[in-house]
């Protein structure tokens, strides 16, 4: 089992920046891969980012392009989404997703095997 536990969430203006981690414990997740994704009052769960097991393929929803970015510290088991000129309809419940033993990502929710409970962010105009 893997446990994933996000933080970093919270308020911030229209135009603010907030730095998102997902630590994993348990079996980790060191070769797998990671994701975002973020659930909106009335709207499915959508995806945001994800990136593979060694950090060197990283992709995005058309929405997020070139404002966030997603590392990760394979050290600590660590995942990242910087967020970056936020707007207010990124206001959301972000998730963390991971799949262990996987060499490729998917922007499907499905695909991905653990989740953390979400952090909060919102984005005030």
């Known amino acids: 089992q893997v446990q994933l536990v996000e933080s970093g969430g919270g308020l911030v203006q229209a135009g603010g920046s907030l730095s998102l981690s997902c630590a994993a414990s348990g079996r980790t997740f060191s070769m797998g891969a990671a994701g975002w994704f973020r659930q909106a009052p009335g709207k499915e769960r959508a995806f945001v980012a994800a990136?593979?097991?060694?950090?060197?393929?990283?992709k995005y929803a058309d929405s997020v392009q070139g404002r966030f970015t997603i590392s990760r510290d394979r050290a600590t088991n660590t995942v990242f989404l910087q967020m970056n000129s936020l707007k207010p309809e990124d206001t959301a419940l972000y998730y963390c997703?991971?799949?262990?033993?996987?060499?490729?990502?998917?922007?499907?929710?499905?695909?991905?095997?653990?989740w953390g409970q979400g952090t909060q962010v919102t984005v005030s105009s």
């Open positions: 990136i593979t097991s060694s950090g060197s393929t990283t």
């Open positions: 997703a991971a799949r262990r033993d996987v060499y490729t990502v998917s922007v499907n929710s499905e695909w991905y095997d653990y």
